[in-house]
């Protein structure tokens, strides 16, 4: 089994930055790509980012893309998501999960472990 842990949430005002973090434990997650997904108040959960086992290749919802980064450090079990130029829209509960196989993708489908989420608000 593996749990998920999300941190790093909270209220920030438009245009600051939070970062989040998923810290892994139970199994590694370094062989599997890992994802951060995030649902809205009404809506249903929407992809954000996702990163192959390595780092070495990413994927971004265009509503984040060049926003967002997410990163990873094996070592420590854990992945990251650098949120800059937050806007209103971007408030939501944000989940981390780790996917079925080792390369990014978008397809919630994919992803068979999940944390219990990390609420961010960002306030005009």
């Known amino acids: 089994q593996v749990q998920l842990v999300e941190s790093g949430g909270g209220l920030v005002q438009v245009g600051d930055s939070l970062r989040l973090s998923c810290a892994a434990s139970g199994r590694s997650v370094s062989d599997y790509a890992m994802g951060w997904f995030r649902q809205a108040p009404g809506k249903e959960r929407e992809f954000a980012a996702s990163?192959?086992?390595?780092?070495?290749?990413?994927l971004y919802a265009d509503s984040v893309k060049g926003r967002f980064t997410i990163s990873r450090d094996n070592a420590k079990n854990t992945v990251y998501l650098q949120m800059i130029s937050l806007e209103p829209e971007d408030t939501a509960v944000y989940y981390c999960?780790?996917?079925?196989?080792?390369?990014?993708?978008?397809?919630?489908?994919?992803?068979?472990?999940w944390g219990q989420g990390t609420q961010v608000t960002v306030s005009s």
């Open positions: 999960a780790r996917r079925r196989g080792s390369a990014a993708g978008s397809s919630l489908r994919e992803y068979t472990y």
């Open positions: 990163i192959n086992w390595s780092g070495s290749n990413t």
